[in-house]
């Protein structure tokens, strides 16, 4: 037992006292195993094929087992290296929270609670589920703002929450030091389940379903034939299998590897510690009350029997198994030696948080690893480098959480090729072979690990580890510019400039969080109106480029296939399209030149790369006819905008570029400065007169500098994302992965005229298009212009707040930006059409988004703003409307 007091953190006496109970529960404090195979008379034996082998016995293979069958698919065989509940089930502690940060994670986190419930009926076992709900408090008045968000947000996601006042707080936490904070919010259908009996009782319900589990087999290697899974090989045989699921958790990476190609799954293990109290003296706990958040103390605190178990989350991560995660019968029931100083911070949290614990004595220190991703969003989905190989790890210590639904999800993709719901923000498909460098991994793990408990700042946050992945070819210039970078999908971009004569300090202060008027807003105002009313350079190389090419017209006729518009374009032309899956659904959205009668250069989101190249190659032909290639690394991209832009490339070609010779729409390969062979577009992605370079990264840094020369005198200055933000939102312009993803219509956002149903061709989609059309669309993507936020005092939107028609809920906002021509705030959003008696989606006309009065809720407060489907045309001087 431990005994601690505030003098005494740092002298800490530790003398071992377990019970045989104790041992069972708490192993040896070095890495060991308990490693105990399946009896061989019980041990099913090894199937010569299955159509489904999964590997991995915790919550997520366990659930998508169940799932499986649940749909229909029994062949199903589950491979756990060790016994069920080892891994990192063993040392979870439980929580179940409900409401998260997003409205995915709150999905799948509800229908987790509800799998838990359902399998204890289906097996009279327990689980040890209750809802004993949660309490987050708030130590900081940003915390509170924060928290008010969440709150707002929960009545959209229909979760029962209350704001409560510190003397509330009190009275349902009295044993808990309420001082020093804002308030709390009381989250009353979080839950706690036990989950070792969760785990048992799931693969209970599993085995019912007639699935075959066999423990104590580990997995040596994935095989594949053509570039799809074909077989397993395990240490007891091999399987032949028609479709492989990877839910290792913490040893998902290296099984990852164990295939050829290689499947990346880039997660990395951390240290995780909690401790649990003896009874508290004049702290009267029974085990069911709700269990607190502290956030600013990186703090969790929950009742356990007739004291408190506590844990949470470092300031700083530290990995563990930086060569290779134990596997085998070194694997089971992992436990790392106690780590003191690494849990110091979370110690003096609870030593403050629960004064009467000042001189509680203690049970041992448990330290167990947990695996985390490089964005802290568990990875899910097909791998795009094998296919029928499928990947659910990576839960980031929420496993309990999500795994339930995330595994109902997976097993809808694995049976139906679709979801019920779109999965982007967890798709593997998210991150390129860049993230799955162990070093890399090792490096933003430690930043990760918190950012669960991080304050809902809007999304300037960047990350400090693991950058400078994909540097740009301007990325030097731009750095001495001033540039303040982001990345997105690893690659560097500005964000915005800081001024010649601007401090680091006020460059660091900048990019602080805030959810009010932010430090940049003057820098990202001065480039906005340079951009609207001179000439500015904005990098656009972080954007996805594709090259389809044939030796006949088949390129044609897949673009043809796969995109609504019409590709059998004039040699020249520039096309905006999206490519849709059989539900009308984007898939990608992107921008498309006819370089030549069979050529084609595709223009798609920074975020696409891997999602949109494996998209048009699962499309190909078979015979080889046409070729796919990413170019993304070979061209530097360089929006030039403003009304000036072309006046200064004019200076630096000898081909014309007046309006009448290129026109919108239009790409040229043309000469700029020294460089040749430079595909110039008359798009800007802004709304604004202009071009677009895509020019060869050997040629990108004397055009850049060029141009700078050759704008000199009218004004030419950098811009960076948060103008082109500002810029494209002002516009209504929709971005793909933020306002809108694959299961939105064209028609739902405003883009019927890039749907060209006479085009001679049965493009994907096009049926349920056809249908759409004709019955109605049941959701519209609109723009919002607050009428009554003052920008300098009030709580900014950011986007994920609730809209109310007519004092009704209808829908919710996407994004939000300034726009300073308009002096508005301006905000994205979805709009509903939802029968009040029946709960019936009805049809979202034109009339309905225009005749009501809105109101838009920012933190609690509700601001009026008017409502449009399309945008104002916007003039050159502030204030005008057109």
Known sequence: MFRATHQGIKHLVVSHRYSNTQRTRYLPRYCRCAYSHQDSESTPALPKHAQVVICGGGIAGLGVAYHLSKLGLTDVVLLEQGKLTTGTTWHAVGLLGILKKSHFNTVLAKMSCKLYEDIEVETGMKTGLRRCGSMFIAQTKDLMIDLQKRHSKAQVWGIDTELLPISNVQKLLPWMRV??????????????????????ALAQAVRNQGVTIIEGTGIDKVGTTDGCVSSVQTDRGTIECDKFINCAGMWARDVGLASSPEVGVPLQAVSRQFLITKPIKNVSVDGKGPYVRDPDSLLYIQEYGEGLLFGGYAQKGKPVFTDAVPIKADS?????????DHFRHLLEGFLHRVPAAADVQFEQLFNGPESFTPDGEFIMGEAPEVSNYYILAGFNSVGLSLAGGASRLLAELIVNGRTSMDFWPVDVKRFGSHHNSKRFLQARVTEIEGAGYRTGYPSNYSYRTGRKLRCPPLYSRLAQAGAVFGERMGVERPKWFMNADDTDEFALETQRGTFLKPQWFDLVKAEYWACREAVSL???????????????????????????NDLDCPIGSVVHTGMLNDRGGYENDCSIARLDTNRYFIISPTIQRI??????????????????????????????????????????????????????????????????????????HAGEDGMVLYIPNENATQVYDALLDAGKDVGITNAGYYALRWLRIEKFYFYWGEDFDSTTTPFEIGREMRVKFDKGVEFIGKAALLKQREEGMKRRLAGFVLEDLDIDSEVWPWGREPIYRNGQLAGMTTCSSYGPTQGKMICLGWLTNKDEATGQLMEVTSDFVHKAQYEIDIGGKRFQAKARLYPYQLGAKQGSLG
């Open 179 to 200: 001082d020093d904070i804002e308030g709390g919010l009381l989250i009353k259908e979080d839950a706690w389940i036990d989950a070792k009996q969760g785990c048992l």
């Open 332 to 340: 089971e029931f992992i436990q790392l030696p106690e780590d003191w």
């Open 538 to 564: 904005m990098d656009m190389s972080a954007f996805t480029k594709f090259e389809i090419r044939s030796a006949g017209n088949e390129a044609t006729m897949l673009l043809q296939y796969l995109c609504s």
């Open 611 to 684: 999602k949109g190249f494996h998209w048009i190659k699962r499309h190909l032909p078979s015979d080889g006819s046409v070729t796919l290639k990413d170019v993304s690394n070979q061209f530097a991209g360089l929006n030039v905008l403003g009304p000036k832009a072309r006046d200064v490339l004019q200076s630096l070609t000898s081909t014309s570029l007046k309006a009448a010779d290129f026109k919108p729409f239009v790409c040229k390969e043309i000469n700029i400065g020294y460089a040749t062979n430079v595909r110039a577009m008359t798009i800007t």
